[in-house]
C-alpha cells in the first residue's frame, strides 16, 4: 500500500491526462468519459501521481475500448462482423483497380507459371470469398425477415431505396458505355478516345458508390437485426475466414505484382499503349495502398467479432 | 470475473469485493482496493472494468446523473462475487492441505 503524499508534493491541478480520453470511442466516451474524468481530476486534487504511469493506462485502455468496440456483445459482434464487410468492399475496389490496369496482362507474359499462379490463386481466393459473404447474408435472411415484420423497414427505408436508384443508374450506364465501346476501335476503347475514357471512369466511380451503398444497407441492417448465437457464431467465423482470405489475396497481388514487374513491366499495364515502363504503376500502388488497408480493417473486424461473441457465450454460459 | 481468471488481483473481483460493503464512486473504489489489497488501479483499467461488470449487469450506478456517479452491487452480482470467492477459497484450502502434507511428511522423513 502506497503512503499518501504530503500537501507540499502535491501537484497542481493541470487537464493533462484528461485529454486522453479523446482517444476511447466516441460512446464510450458519452458513458463514461465525465466520470473517468472526475476521477482524474480527483486523483490530481489529492495529489496522487498522475504522471506517465497513469497516461499509459489510459493509453492502453482507450486502445482495449477501440478494440473492443462498445455495446452489448451480440451487438459487437454484428459490429464486427459489418467492419469486415466494409473492408471487403474497399478490397473490392481495390481488386478491381488491379483488374482494370492489367487486364490482358497474360497476352504480354504468357509463359509465367508463377505470375499465373499467384493470379489463379487470387481469382479463385476472391470465388470462394465471395460465395461465404453470399452464405453468411443467406443465413441472416431470416432475421431480416423478422425485422420487416416487426416495422423495422422505415430504419433501413433510405438506404435501400438509394442504393436501388444507383443501381438502376449503373445498369442504364453500363448498357450506354457498352453500345458506345461497340461503336469504336480497340485503340479507342483503351484510351486514345479522350470522351470515352471520362464517360469510363464516371461509370468506373458510380459502380464504386452503388458497391459503397450496398455495404451501407448491409451494415445498417446488422445493426437493426436480432440474430440468435448460432447466426453469431456463423457470422463470426465467417469474419475471420474473409480477413484471413484478404491477407492471403493482398500477398498474392504482391507476389504477382512483384513477378510481373521484373520480367515486363509493361505488362502490369495490359501491354497497352499507356504502358508504364517501370513496375510502380501510380494505379496499382493506389490499389495495393486500399487492399493494404481493407486487409487492416478486416483484421481489426475479425477480432473485435470473435471477443465479443467469446464474451457472449461466457456470459450465455454463466448466466 | 471469470472461473477461467479467478485471481486475487482481477480488477473485476476488486471491484466486486468493494462494493460488497457498500455503494462507492470511482475515486473511492480506488482508495478502498487500494487500502484492501495494496493494489492500485488505473483509471483506465478501472472505468475499462465497470462498464464490463456493468454490461454484465453485475454491477449498476445508484445515480444516473452527475459526475461522480457511485455503483453499488446487483444480486447478480453478490452471487458472481460469492461463487468466485468460493473457487479461491478451494484453491487456498487445497494449496494449504499439500503444503501440510508436504511439510509433515519432510518432518516425519528427518
New interface residues.
Partial sequence: ??SRPSRRQRRRVTPG?STLLALYPPA?RR??G???????L??QA?GRDTGW??R???????A??RLRGGG??SRRVRGGSSLVLWAWALFALGGAIVAKTSEHWQRTLPADSAASAAFSGLVVISVAVAAVITGGITVTLPAIWRLLRAGGWPRIRARVLCATALTVTVVAATAGLVAWAGRLSPAGRNGHDHLYVAAFLCWAALSATCLLAWTAVGARTATEIRCGRAVLRTHTCIAGMVAIAMAAMTAATLAWWTIVGNRAPGALTGGSALAHPSALVPQLMFAAALMVLATAIAAVGAIRAERAFTELS??VT?G | V??TRARSNDPPLLILTSLASGEK???AL?QDI??FA?V?L???????A??RLE??RLIEPVDESG???PYRLTAAGAR?LSDTLAELRMITDEGGRRLAARTSFAGGGA
Wanted: glycine share 8%.
Fill in positions: 500500500v502506497s491526462p464510450w458513458r463514461y465525465d466520470e473517468l474524468d472526475a476521477l482524474i480527483d486523483i489529492d504511469r497513469v499509459a493506462d489510459l493509453v492502453r485502455s482507450a482495449r475500448e452489448d456483445p461466457r456470459f454463466r | 471469470s472461473s464512486h470511482g475515486y480506488l487500494e487500502q495494496g492500485v488505473g483509471p483506465g483499467t478501472l472505468y475499462g465497470i462498464a454490461e454484465r459526475r461522480r456517479r458472481e
